[in-house]
């Protein structure tokens, strides 16, 4: 594997590859095996896995009670487009030496913003040059892009549900310069995540307003791009509070209506964070099988919440009951809709070895791998799927069929109920579905 950059920043590690789960390597991996078939694709093709960029090489670990501990030294040149070339090289080193296949970025994630929209325009083209060869040397793609339009103080109130329309135009400028990077860069989708979408309280917003403004912004966004020969999928990430008291794409269900509501429902589909899920008091299982049923599983953002503590912790996927139960429902729907698993995480604050990032990573990637295995084994090998239809058996056929068909009636339905008069109880077998999953894994 050449060294792709002028500079080793993660010194000592080479590729890592595929051991077995005998292994004691802590650079190996112990189930994911990219070119091993599950369910008829590799798990490559299954997974598309992508480095975060924000997290992995721009987060220093500083949290509300202290500054960063983490020294980067790919942060050491002073000049902006010096910096982000380094973070490029020091990205695209880690990236073909964990051996996945795409990234994921926000536009100032690359390089620093500049003091005009002038000198970040100037900045972003710069950094897309660099980034066109470090894809061409290294095989390495663009799973999405996204903008950062809520650290800014400018977007304290918001970015397209501002209530003031030269925030929200400054927003659609900024925008505008990250969908060209992307398309650039060949990205595949492109990320919408309102962070500040939002409101933090009721007395000074006009909500219905706000949400007009965001249908309208997006349509706006979707038509240029696709002007531009953009033919991916783009994508809204759900989340219900934080850094808002409310955002407005608070969960999979609220998402589905609103683009509905505005006629996006053909080009946009979901990027759900596990995270974010239990922000909202649901299961990562839940969004995806609401997202699924209504054909817009689109992308996941793997990471995970301390579940003591109500914040967006974004700690690296380690449970692999909850990661199998997410991999039933992504077999069942038949994979992700254009997007992958992108790696939204960070190593913890008290992590500060360059090669922490690395074990990070690598069990990220192998629970998934693990996951995927055990969904495909329930699936294949138990009676999970059999005694799920046989709950939902009497509509299978008769007078159950035929509701399903559309043949009944609400008078049909009451005279069903008089005539079949009390009825017995059906068990949902919650305990032995519970005991299925724990037997495979």
Request: charged letters at 25%; proline letters at 3%.
């Amino acid at each position: 594997m050449a060294l792709i950059g002028d500079k080793e920043y993660f010194k000592g590690i080479g590729e890592i590859k595929f051991e077995g789960k005998d292994s004691d390597n802590p650079f190996a991996y112990k189930y994911y095996n990219p070119d091993q078939v599950v369910a008829g694709k590799t798990m490559r093709e299954h997974f598309k896995f992508a480095v975060a960029y924000w997290h992995t090489f721009c987060g220093q670990g500083a949290d509300p009670f202290g500054p960063g501990t983490q020294n980067f030294p790919w942060d050491e040149p002073s000049d902006a487009i010096d910096a982000a070339k380094a973070k490029a090289d020091a990205a695209f080193e880690f990236i073909t030496k964990l051996g996945v296949d795409y990234y994921c970025f926000h536009d100032f994630d690359l390089i620093q913003e500049g003091a005009t929209f002038t000198e970040s325009e100037k900045r972003i083209s710069a950094i897309v040059d660099i980034l066109k060869g470090k894809q061409a040397e290294s095989g390495v793609k663009l799973l999405w892009g996204t903008a950062n339009c809520f650290s800014n103080p400018r977007y304290m109130n918001g970015a397209s549900t501002n209530p003031d329309f030269n925030v929200l135009a400054r927003a659609g400028g900024q925008i505008k310069l990250a969908l060209d990077a992307t398309i650039a860069l060949n990205g595949e989708n492109y990320v919408f995540w309102g962070g500040r979408e939002g409101y933090m309280s009721l007395l000074n917003t006009d909500l219905k307003r706000e949400l007009d403004h965001m249908g309208r912004f997006l349509g706006m966004a979707r038509d240029y791009a696709r002007s531009q020969g953009f033919k991916g999928n783009f994508f809204i990430e759900p989340k219900p509070m934080e850094p808002m008291k409310h955002q407005y794409d608070f969960d999979s269900a609220t998402v589905v209506g609103f683009l509905n509501q505005y006629g996006l429902q053909d080009d946009f589909k979901l990027n759900l964070e596990f995270n974010h899920a239990t922000l909202a008091s649901h299961t990562m299982q839940h969004e995806m099988e609401v997202a699924a049923a209504h054909g817009m599983l689109g992308s996941l953002d793997a990471n995970r919440g301390d579940y003591q503590n109500g914040w967006d912790t974004d700690q690296f996927p380690n449970n692999i009951t909850e990661i199998t139960e997410a991999m039933i429902t992504f077999l069942q729907a038949g994979g992700l809709q254009g997007g992958g698993v992108n790696f939204d995480a960070k190593i913890r604050r008290n992590s500060t070895d360059m090669d922490d990032v690395f074990h990070a990573h690598i069990g990220g990637i192998d629970i998934f791998a693990r996951g995927l295995i055990t969904a495909d084994k329930i699936l294949t090998s138990s009676s999970y799927e059999s005694l799920r239809k046989k709950r939902y058996s009497s509509f299978d056929t008769g007078k159950g069929g035929d509701f399903e068909n559309g043949k009944l009636d609400f008078k049909d339905l009451y005279e069903i109920a008089k005539e079949n008069g009390e009825l017995d109880l059906q068990s949902g077998k919650q305990e032995l579905f519970e005991n299925i999953i724990n037997q495979y894994i």
